[in-house]
């Protein structure tokens, strides 16, 4: 990969210049894109460790090296290359203490036949649950994260053939699968609503808020990647008039939240919260769908099953189909179950009835088998564990479990670690989070022999 230093000699002559994480200069050349100064590191070699015991079902092995503290992003989305040749992580610079704006973190491309490791991206927006929101493009060429420029997260592309590396006027949470565009709530505006998973404070706690009610001028906006140009997609107003009911409680203010494209490119799955107060767990999690332009706004599930306020739900995610989401909800009032519906709500239909849901849960492509994680407490010491469900037979088995954190020192739930695993793009193998000795790690877990 190229060291990625730009040339400067053409442009040192131009004045709008702004700082971008730890003083580099981003220069603007074209309405809503800046020019980003960058420089990759020098590659690290180093080995790949096994981390295997009797009860691992699955060659699991730990592909960031032993020097710090690492994570991808949130679940299921793929830290693989295109080519699967190359992983993509956050190195965050500590793990115990609530970060500041102006804390970096390391965006790092990991090279998975080399054994190597080199430092692409330096940025200051990152969160414990989310790194620095990492993208590949859709060949190996494009990596895409988050930075402030300007005092603003901003979508970053950085090439890493050339070194070129550009900012964007819009947020990233998700990109398109064509790289035509990303999408993304305003990261300034994550944290209100859950702690560490957006642009870190300026000091604890100072956090950006709406005011109460329904924003019509703020939401998912869509920055294109050639033009960049960037558009309101979605405003808050325009979700939350398709809630089904009025809201139970009154005096609260909408968020958005998880936002992802399905693997066609022609649907979002977005999540909307209702906030009645900050600090409290009352989030209220719903899950919508649209068209890629922001059209056809669909409330899902509609069911009688499951009730629109205190729903019991959480982490909604695409079938590979294209045409339903995946939810763990609690149909009837029960125990929380991987529930399946068709993109518009309808068509609500429950998985292995007897398997008990929870965690990260995504589905492979055949649609036969699904991925989740769980957080079992063993002797205080909290473990991640890969569960494997084969969706035909109801069978729930659990892959390896890998210690990771020791639960009498953790102060605050945000220096949690979930595993966010992540299906690999052949649907083979699965990236997975956790903490051997202590310290954040990736893993990967191979499970070819297990689903053919």
Not at 241 to 254: L, N, R, S
Not at 313 to 335: A, K
Not at 369 to 380: K, Q, S
Request: with cysteine.
């Amino acid at each position: 990969m190229h060291k990625g230093k730009l040339d400067w000699k053409v442009i040192m002559n131009r004045r709008d210049f702004v700082l971008s994480s730890a003083g580099l200069t981003a220069m603007l050349c074209t309405s809503g894109v800046w020019a980003v100064q960058n420089t990759f590191s020098r590659k690290k070699y180093y080995k790949f460790e096994s981390f295997n015991t009797d009860k691992t079902l699955a060659p699991v092995t730990r592909v960031t090296p032993d020097d710090g503290f690492y994570v991808h992003t949130y679940f299921d989305v793929c830290p693989f290359s295109p080519s699967e040749r190359y992983y993509a992580v956050t190195k965050i610079p500590f793990q115990d203490k609530m970060p500041i704006l102006g804390d970096t973190a390391q965006v790092c491309v990991i090279d998975l036949q080399e054994q190597t490791i080199q430092t692409v991206f330096t940025t200051k927006c990152w969160g414990y649950q989310t790194g620095a929101n990492v993208n590949w493009g859709s060949a190996d060429r494009h990596l895409y994260t988050n930075d402030v420029i300007g005092g603003t997260a901003v979508c970053v592309r950085i090439d890493l053939e050339t070194g070129e590396t550009k900012a964007f006027a819009g947020p990233l949470y998700h990109i398109a699968p064509d790289e035509s565009c990303v999408i993304g709530f305003p990261h300034e505006l994550r944290d209100i609503s859950q702690i560490g998973y957006g642009v870190p404070p300026r000091k604890p706690g100072d956090f950006a808020a709406l005011s109460i009610g329904a924003a019509k001028d703020e939401g998912i906006w869509r920055t294109d990647l050639k033009t960049g140009e960037k558009t309101l997609l979605v405003s808050l107003a325009n979700v939350a008039a398709k809630v089904p009911e009025p809201e139970q409680k009154e005096g609260g203010t909408y968020y958005f939240w998880h936002s992802k494209f399905n693997r066609q490119g022609t649907r979002i799955v977005q999540v909307l919260r209702y906030m009645l107060e900050y600090g409290t767990s009352s989030r209220n999690p719903m899950a919508f769908t649209f068209n890629a332009d922001g059209t056809d706004i669909q409330y899902t599930p509609l069911s009688d099953r499951v009730p629109v306020w205190d729903n019991g739900g959480g982490h909604p995610n695409w079938h590979p189909d294209g045409e339903n989401i995946l939810r763990c909800l609690s149909p009837d009032g029960g125990d929380r179950r991987y529930c399946l519906f068709r993109y518009d709500g309808s068509d609500f239909k429950v998985l292995c009835p007897k398997i008990k849901a929870g965690g990260h849960p995504s589905i492979e492509v055949r649609g036969k088998y699904l991925i989740t994680d769980d957080t079992p407490v063993i002797d205080d010491i909290q473990h991640v564990t890969l569960k494997l469900i084969n969706l035909a037979a109801e069978e729930d088995r659990e892959i390896c479990s890998i210690p990771t954190i020791d639960r009498r020192n953790l102060v605050d739930k945000v220096f949690r670690l979930d595993g966010h695993p992540a299906w690999s793009r052949d649907y083979k193998k699965v990236s997975l989070q956790a903490a051997e000795k202590g310290r954040r790690q990736m893993y990967v877990v191979d499970l070819s022999d297990l689903i053919g």
